[in-house]
């Protein structure tokens, strides 16, 4: 089978020392910098639309997002290397349908969603990715960097299009994810998948550094705190801009 085929777990069991690329290194950062060009031109096409320009758009974002998840999918299945941990119960794969939700139902709620959630998780799945070991023409990492991007560049498409995210509602938003977190964790337990990386660290430099504060097995304790803290950096500016505002 073609090294295009391989999947992340293929590639650790027949080349356990092999490594395509490190994080923040020229080729990377290179990649990292088209993916970010296609997400501005994205958003100012997308500003240049009409409404229902923008509503049609966000179907054919729906669509991607769906075909992607599909392809990875396929892709393993059709070569005997399908694993429990593809089932879209990640962060980001719930993302996925969170934007199909939001593109037939348009709502600030699932607008507050996605953007308190999908633009933190992408970035760093970007930034700091996980399928390192595999190379960039291959099928799983051409789905693992699509969808990140199409996940980014969703809800930075309803900021290009008038949304406004509003503090007031991360209660709801951290509600959302503790219905979400809460079964996924005991079906960790059952497949002994890695889901919302409550069951380990699983390479992320960032959990890792949690782990070293919390410890191994409670490194998912810090996962609120720097919630938290991402938050108030992607909030804070929103809350000043919604201060003057209400000043004029």
């Known amino acids: 089978m073609s090294e295009f085929w391989y999947t992340k777990s293929t590639m650790s069991e027949l080349n356990p020392d092999y490594i395509n690329f490190t994080h923040f290194s020229p080729v990377h950062l290179c ?55 593809f089932v879209p119960l990640h962060l980001c794969s719930i993302n996925i349908f969170m934007c199909v939700y939001n593109a037939f139902r348009r709502n ?20 700091m990715p996980t399928w390192t070991n595999l190379p960039y023409w291959n099928f799983m990492s051409i789905h693992s960097n699509s969808v990140h991007v199409l996940l980014l560049m ?63 097995e409670l490194y998912f304790l810090g996962m609120p705190l720097l919630l938290i803290a991402v938050w108030a950096v992607m909030y804070f500016p929103w809350y000043i801009i919604g201060k003057k505002k209400a000043k004029v």
């Open 108 to 127: 600030d709620l699932s607008a507050e969603v996605l953007y308190a959630t999908c633009i933190p998780g992408a970035s760093l799945a970007l930034l």
């Open 31 to 85: 990649v990292t910098a088209v993916f970010l060009l296609i997400i501005i031109g994205a958003m100012v096409f997308y500003k240049k639309l009409g409404e229902k320009e923008r509503q049609k758009f966000l179907y054919v974002m729906a669509a991607l997002l769906i075909a992607d998840e599909l392809f990875k999918h396929i892709g393993s299945a059709a070569t005997g290397q399908w694993e429990w941990e």
């Open 154 to 216: 969703y809800p930075l498409l309803l900021l290009a299009g008038g949304f406004r995210p509003d503090f007031r509602r991360l209660p709801k938003v951290f509600l959302v994810l503790c219905c979400e977190c809460v079964p996924i964790f005991f079906i960790n337990k059952v497949l002994d998948t890695n889901f919302f990386f409550l069951n380990g660290t699983a390479g992320n430099p960032v959990l890792k550094i949690l782990a070293g504060i919390f410890g191994k």
